[in-house]
């Protein structure tokens, strides 16, 4: 359900999911990094599609709201 690019988005980061394995080479923190990056690009299209198209958020402020380092982790910053 929703609009094209909320399910495209949706896609995105399931297929990302289930290639996991198979792309050892992205773990840690640039893992983490890509997964956020993905799950907040959903959030936000589920956002515009409930009718705030013209946000003015992107993909990481989806995120910290429920994430404390989501910040640390845009900028590359250790979490440890």
Do not use: H, P
Not at 26 to 35: P, V
Not at 37 to 65: A, H, P, V, Y
């Amino acid at each position: 359900m929703g609009s094209d690019s909320v399910v495209k988005s949706y896609n995105n980061l399931m297929q990302y999911f289930y290639n996991m394995e198979e792309n050892k080479s992205a773990e840690g923190e640039d893992s983490l990094k890509e997964t956020l990056e993905l799950l907040g690009t959903f959030l936000l299209e589920i956002r515009k599609s409930m009718g705030n198209e013209t946000t003015s958020l992107d993909q990481w402020d989806m995120c910290e709201w429920w994430m404390s380092d989501a910040r640390k982790i845009r900028n590359g910053d250790s979490i440890a």
